[in-house]
């Protein structure tokens, strides 16, 4: 029998005797080589699970090893027997690196809880707030909480300016309800969940498309904590090319931006030769032809690569998009048994 059919018994059970009923919440990890910070992660949630056991929540960890090379997934396992712990968990391999954010898809595809929440491995997204998370929702009703950090006023000036205007491009193509600190750190209902999943794209961005997907909203602020170790996956440079990915993959401002660009330039070269021809006939004035014909040409030459560049990069989309391949590939689903069962009766078999 599968764990959502037991519940649904176990549901009936508890709605006949008038009590609260049990309610699941997925804990959705996308880990790549975090091999010493998954054990403490394990611990903090094992400390959640104990908390929401008495407000009637099962706790799943869903871990998705992203191609891990430092035996990550061995760690996880070697903890899990070892513990006598209040929740399952289950760990995803995908077959090779797919990235953070199609580690994030395997995982949402795979769970089936009445909720789920996103979360990284390092520890910089804190534990105990989720909390507050299933507080808002099954206390204010909210599908999806977010949350936003409250310490971005306190990055360069570059990364703000440059977080600022990925945020604009991406908002003004996801209905204008990102917030510009928010990442994947977040709570969805299951039908929160469900809606998310119906977007089929292979070039995604899970930022942009969580703005898409509308339901009752609320942001929670945070301090992210510093990594609990290892180094960040997304050097400067990774981060960039992440950024220019996403903006090309959710908004065609860029398209339109050299449409402008070309009218813009357009515009000037007839002001400019209306100029040239009325300073020859009224003042009689010789326009040196040379220098303003290289300028013009290698101008008019730099935007037309710019321009096709730009054109470029949406066309490889679509190609991407054409292939359907698959959005990653799965190496194996375990669920991970315990030193001790946990204390509800429930089952591991699915
Ligand atoms: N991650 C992943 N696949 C990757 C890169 C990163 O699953 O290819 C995971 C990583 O292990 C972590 C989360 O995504 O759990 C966020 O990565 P990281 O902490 O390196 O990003 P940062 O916090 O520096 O933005
Ligand atoms: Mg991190």
């Not at 595809?109 to 997204?125: C, F």
């Not at 030769?273 to 009224?282: D, F, N, P, Q, Y």
């Not at 066309?315 to 204390?343: C, F, H, N, T, W």
Request: overall charge positive.
């Amino acid at each position: 029998m599968t764990p959502s059919r037991l519940r649904t018994i176990s549901n009936d059970i508890v709605h006949e005797r008038n009590v609260k009923p049990f309610r699941t919440l997925s804990l959705i990890i996308p880990f790549y080589n975090e091999r010493s910070s998954l054990p403490l992660l394990l611990g903090e949630i094992e400390r959640l699970a104990r908390r929401l056991q008495s407000r009637q929540i099962d706790v799943e960890a869903v871990l998705v090893d992203d191609g891990s090379t430092d035996g990550g997934g061995q760690a996880i396992a070697a903890w899990v027997a070892a513990q006598a712990r209040p929740f399952e968990t289950r760990v995803l391999r995908l077959s090779r690196n797919f990235g953070k954010e199609l580690a994030l898809s395997a995982g949402l595809e795979a769970a089936d809880a009445d909720a789920v929440v996103l979360l990284d491995a390092d520890l910089q997204h804190p534990v105990e707030l989720i909390d507050t998370f299933v507080e808002a929702w099954l206390g204010e009703g909210v599908d999806v909480v977010y949350a936003y950090r409250e310490d971005s006023a306190r990055e360069p000036l570059g990364k703000r300016v440059l977080r600022s205007a990925f945020y604009r491009l991406v908002n003004g193509a996801s209905g204008g309800t990102l917030h510009p600190s928010a990442g994947d750190f977040r709570l969805m209902s299951r039908r929160a969940c469900e809606a998310l999943k119906r977007f089929p794209e292979r070039e995604r961005l899970m930022k942009g498309l969580y703005g898409l997907i509308g339901f009752p909203t609320k942001g929670v602020p945070y301090a992210p904590a510093p990594r609990a170790a290892g180094t960040s996956k997304f050097p400067t440079l990774k981060l960039w090319a992440a950024g220019l990915n996403g903006v090309t993959a959710f908004s065609v401002f860029p398209l339109r931006l050299t449409l402008l660009m070309g009218l813009a330039l357009g515009l000037l070269s007839f002001v400019y030769g209306v100029w040239t021809v009325i300073e020859k006939l009224a003042f009689g004035i010789h326009v040196p032809g040379y220098p303003t014909l290289v300028v013009i040409i290698s101008m008019v030459g730099a935007g037309q690569l710019i321009g096709m560049g730009i054109v470029g990069e949406y066309v490889g989309k679509v190609l991407v998009e054409v292939k359907q391949r698959p959005l990653y590939i799965l190496e194996s689903d375990e669920r991970l048994a315990s030193a001790a069962a946990p204390s509800q009766d429930r089952s591991l078999t699915a």
